[in-house]
């Protein structure tokens, strides 16, 4: 009796949904610059480079879209290209520092978190190497302008997966570009896998939930073993195609491949490094311990992401030249009886160690922005200023491979950096204008539009 009501509601809720997607993909109010073509120059900043001491009273000149000269204060920059119509900007009093890196973010994947069809961040099983997440891009979403307001202008957008498992790649992108091909930077980054929890409280499972202690254990080395045969077989593949390149391909194995350093020619042994890294999601110490082993056994090149617990096994990171890409400093910590600023204090705990690290945000898109605030609070909790700066800027561009291109602002490097009248790491620091790649790109967004139109509001009295 009920099933025509039932079937209109459903009608109605799947027309909202659409019309929420459709607003969310619409075409962005703010239009992609072209390239740059016309040089510019900006003078009398004060140029925070993150390859040595602030210039104050510095100079930049950009040509399609790469530094191409700094100069201190007192020096000259060399002539623009000739017959260039040249854009000089005198930016007295400002501050310039490279655009932000997220180097962990679900940022174009994820719009509305309760409305599904907005989300497209995790595929259907456990072991998805084969997922890309470049092209479930969304490059129309409301909340790269949002992000790229905050002087975040790089990601590392993440796959994910659910209790454990592999993942897929990762896509290294600028904030900025009318589809996903224009934004990738870096298409397939790395591979991505999640460990299962390996922290059981039995104390917290007692009487009826007993016998649950028992069942997460088994889901924990279930995933386990199927995540190391995983690498097993994708290792076995590498080889086995590497001796016949007539073999058949198979779609996940062939996206494990770069992860594995490339056989010699015959199936003789490796005679080369990995030339993908693969990150490795563990907060808790033995999930790091296992990620260590995981990358000893078949020779990865490994990033740990979370690292919660980093600071219990630095020297073992630091002797094997691990990184970590430190998530959410603004947290809570990860035991009942830690200290309260533990999250707080971990950057600076790996800087003293002698741990490369990064530091991100969460596996979320909508506060991204945030970052810079991230960085500050470790700043406030013991790491020096200038390391939390370069914790989003130079350190992830290092841990992720585009340090060649972003993360300081050195000559040959992308232009791609941020104007603001203070120190990025105070709240009350504004963000007055974004470069990327030469081309100056609006810090308008839809938190701004929503600003101006509730501004126009008649004040009702």
Do not use: C
Request: proline fraction near 8%; charge should be neutral.
């Amino acid at each position: 009796m009920n099933r025509p009501l039932l079937f209109i509601s459903r009608s109605l809720i799947a027309a909202a949904t659409a019309t929420l997607w459709n607003s969310a993909t619409a075409a962005p109010v703010e239009p992609v610059p072209p390239p740059q073509t016309q040089p510019l120059v900006i003078r009398n900043a004060t140029l925070h480079t993150m390859a040595g001491a602030p210039l104050v009273g510095g100079s930049l000149l950009v040509e399609r879209g790469r530094i191409v000269a700094v100069a201190a204060a007192g020096q000259a920059l060399p002539a623009p290209s000739a017959n260039a119509n040249v854009l000089t900007l005198d930016l007295t009093g400002k501050h310039i520092y490279p655009g932000f890196i997220g180097a962990h973010t679900t940022l174009g994947l994820s719009e509305i978190t309760a409305v599904p069809a907005t989300v497209d961040t995790t595929e259907t099983g456990a072991i998805n190497p084969n997922a890309r997440a470049v092209s479930a891009i969304n490059a129309d979403s409301d909340l790269i302008g949002v992000t790229r307001a905050g002087g975040v202008l790089a990601a590392l957008v993440v796959p994910q997966v659910r209790g454990g498992g592999i993942a897929g790649t990762s896509a290294f992108v600028q904030l900025d570009g009318w589809d996903w091909e224009q934004m990738a930077l870096v298409p397939e980054a790395g591979l991505h896998v999640a460990l299962p929890s390996l922290r059981l409280n039995p104390a917290m499972l007692v009487g009826p939930l007993a016998p649950l202690a028992e069942e997460l254990k088994r889901f924990s080395a279930q995933r386990l073993r199927q995540i190391e045969e995983a690498f097993e077989a994708a290792a076995a593949y590498a080889r086995a195609r590497a001796a016949d390149p007539a073999l058949p391909a198979d779609q996940r194995w062939e996206a494990m491949r770069p992860v594995f350093a490339a056989p010699a020619a015959g199936g003789a042994s490796a005679s080369a490094t990995p030339q993908r890294p693969v990150f490795v999601h563990a907060n808790e110490i033995a999930q790091i311990r296992h990620a260590l082993g995981l990358a000893e056994r078949h020779g990865l090149k490994l990033v740990i992401v979370g690292g919660a617990d980093a600071w219990r096994v630095a020297e073992l990171l630091k002797a094997r030249a691990v990184p970590v890409v430190i998530t959410s400093v603004h947290r809570l910590p990860l035991r009942r009886d830690d200290d309260i600023d533990a999250p707080f204090r971990l950057a600076a705990q790996l800087a003293e160690a002698g741990v490369r690290f990064a530091i991100a945000r969460g596996p979320t898109s909508t506060n991204e922005r945030l970052l810079p605030l991230e960085a500050a609070t470790a700043a406030a909790h013991g790491l020096p200023r200038e390391e939390a700066l370069k914790a989003i800027t130079l350190y992830p561009a290092q841990i992720l491979g585009v340090a060649d291109r972003l993360g300081t602002l050195e000559v040959g490097k992308l232009a791609s950096f941020i104007v603001t009248d203070g120190d990025p790491l105070e709240t009350k620091t504004n963000i007055e204008r974004l470069f990327v790649q030469g081309r100056e790109v609006s810090p308008a967004n839809r938190q701004t539009r929503l600003v101006e139109r509730y501004r126009e509001r008649p004040v009702q009295r």
